[in-house]
C-alpha cells in the first residue's frame, strides 16, 4: 500500500512512522521543515489531567490512552532513532493562589479536583505549606495545589527530529519544502496531491497539516476540516547561575512553567490572531507578569528564547481523526492544547485505520462537521492585551 501523509508534525510523522513500520510505502510531504508548526513550538507537556476537562468525555478517555501509550512510544522511538526526546514523568502541580478569583485558570474547562477524581485520575490535595515544599520557588501567597504525579513532558523540538529519523529508518521519504496546494478528487474519492513540483499518487491520503489542515484547495466543503489557527507565545527563560530550576510543571496564576534542560518554559498565551506569528511585547509582559506572581524569584531571570506557534482547533474543541467525506482521504487534526499528549494515540488509531480499517474513536469523525466552516471555532483568550478572559470569535 501507498500512503502520502500531508505535514510533518509530530501527527503526521507519527502516523507515517506507524504506517512504514506496518509494511506501507509512506511519503511525508511539508511546507516548511520538520515540526515547523506546533509541535516546535509547543512546550512538550503531557497534561492528561491538567489539560482536560470533563472526565466522561471522549477527550479525556483518549488523553487517558495516549497517556498510557507514551513510555513505550518514546523508548520505541528512541531505540530507532537514537535521538533522546527527555521524556519523563516530572509530575504536575496545579495551584491556586490565595487572592484568585476562581476563574478559568489555565484551560478553557479548568478541571477541578472533583471532576479529576472522578476521571479516575492519580492526583493528591496538597495545602500551599506541602506545595512548597515540593516547589520551593511558588510564591508564599498558595492556598494549595492539586499534584498529579503521572503527568510527564517531551522535548518537543528532540521529538520531532526523533521521529523523522525513526521514519527514514523504516523506510520512508521525507520531503520538505513541498506544500500540498491541492488534493485532487474523482467521483468522491481522493485521487492524487498536487505541489508545485508533481503530482502524488497513492493508495490513501493522510491530511496531518496542523493549522493549515483547512488551507488547501480542490476538496468540497464537507471534507474539508474546519480548523482554525490559536497562536500561543512561550518565554524561555535561562536559568542564572547558582539558581534552582523548578522540578516539576506548575501550573497557575492563567499559566504554566515547566523545565527544558537548564531553562524554564513559561506559557502561553491563547489569542486568535489568524496566521500571524510575530511576536509581542504584550504576550512577553503579560507571561512574565503571570510568572513572576507564581514563582517571585523568576523576576532575575532573563528571556532566552519568545517563540510563537499555531495550535490546531475545531469547532467543538475535538480532535478531527478519521476518513473524510472524500474516500481515501483521512484526516488528523484538532488536537488544539494537546497535539503532544495525543500523538501516541492518534498514531495508533490513524495507522491502524489505513491499515487495517478499523475505527475506534467515532467521536472525533471528521464527518460530524459536514461543510461547517473553519472560523465558528470558540476559544477562551488569555488577557494579556489588557481585557478579560473572553471568548473568541
Ligand atoms: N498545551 C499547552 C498549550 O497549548 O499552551
Not at 75 to 92: D, F
Not at 195 to 200: L, S
Not at 333 to 347: C, D, E, K, T
Amino acid at each position: 500500500m501507498k500512503v502520502v501523509v500531508i505535514g510533518a508534525g509530530v501527527a503526521g510523522l507519527g502516523i507515517a512512522w506507524r504506517l512504514a513500520r506496518g509494511g506501507a510505502r509512506v511519503t511525508v510531504l511539508e511546507r516548511a521543515s520538520v515540526g515547523a508548526g506546533a509541535t516546535s513550538a509547543s512546550a512538550g507537556m503531557i497534561a492528561a489531567a491538567a489539560e482536560m476537562g470533563h472526565g466522561d468525555s471522549p477527550e479525556a478517555a483518549f488523553a487517558r490512552r495516549a497517556n498510557g501509550l507514551w513510555p513505550d512510544f518514546a523508548k520505541e522511538l528512541e531505540a530507532q532513532s537514537g535521538v533522546n526526546i527527555g521524556y519523563r514523568r516530572n509530575g504536575s502541580l496545579m495551584v491556586a493562589l490565595r487572592n484568585e478569583v476562581r476563574r478559568h485558570s489555565h484551560s478553557a474547562e479548568n478541571p477541578g479536583a472533583a471532576n479529576l477524581h472522578a476521571q479516575g485520575a492519580d492526583i493528591t490535595m496538597l495545602d500551599g505549606e506541602t506545595a512548597r515544599a515540593k516547589e520551593p520557588m511558588l510564591t508564599g501567597n498558595v492556598a494549595g495545589a492539586i499534584w498529579a504525579p503521572h503527568e510527564a513532558l517531551v522535548d518537543s523540538q528532540a521529538l520531532c527530529r526523533a521521529l523523522a529519523v525513526a521514519f527514514v529508518r523504516a523506510g520512508g521519504e521525507l520531503q520538505s519544502n513541498e506544500t500540498v496546494v491541492r488534493i485532487e478528487t474523482d467521483a468522491g474519492h481522493a485521487t492524487g496531491v498536487v505541489t508545485p513540483f508533481k503530482t502524488h499518487k497513492a493508495d490513501a491520503y493522510v491530511l496531518a497539516a496542523g493549522a493549515w489542515s483547512s488551507r488547501i484547495e480542490g476538496l468540497p466543503p464537507e471534507a474539508v476540516p474546519p480548523v482554525i489557527p490559536i497562536k500561543g507565545e512561550i518565554l524561555v527563560l535561562a536559568q542564572p547561575a547558582g539558581a534552582r530550576l523548578p522540578e516539576h510543571t506548575v501550573w497557575g496564576n492563567e499559566i504554566y512553567v515547566t523545565p527544558r534542560g537548564n531553562r524554564l518554559l513559561v506559557g502561553a498565551t491563547v489569542e486568535r490572531a489568524g496566521y500571524d506569528t510575530s511576536l509581542s511585547q504584550d504576550a512577553q509582559e503579560w507571561l512574565r507578569k503571570q510568572s513572576n506572581g507564581l514563582m517571585p524569584s523568576l523576576e532575575e531571570w532573563e528571556i532566552a528564547e519568545h517563540w510563537a506557534g499555531l495550535r490546531p482547533a475545531s469547532p467543538d474543541g475535538l480532535p478531527i481523526l478519521g476518513e473524510t467525506a472524500v474516500k481515501g482521504l483521512y484526516v488528523a487534526s484538532g488536537q488544539y492544547r494537546n497535539g503532544i499528549l495525543f500523538a501516541p494515540a492518534v498514531a495508533e488509531v490513524l495507522s491502524r485505520l489505513v491499515l487495517e480499517r478499523t475505527a475506534d474513536v467515532p467521536a472525533f469523525s471528521p464527518l460530524r462537521f459536514a461543510g461547517t466552516k473553519p472560523d465558528t471555532v470558540s476559544v477562551i483568550e488569555t488577557p494579556h492585551k489588557g481585557g478579560e478572559w473572553r471568548t473568541g470569535f
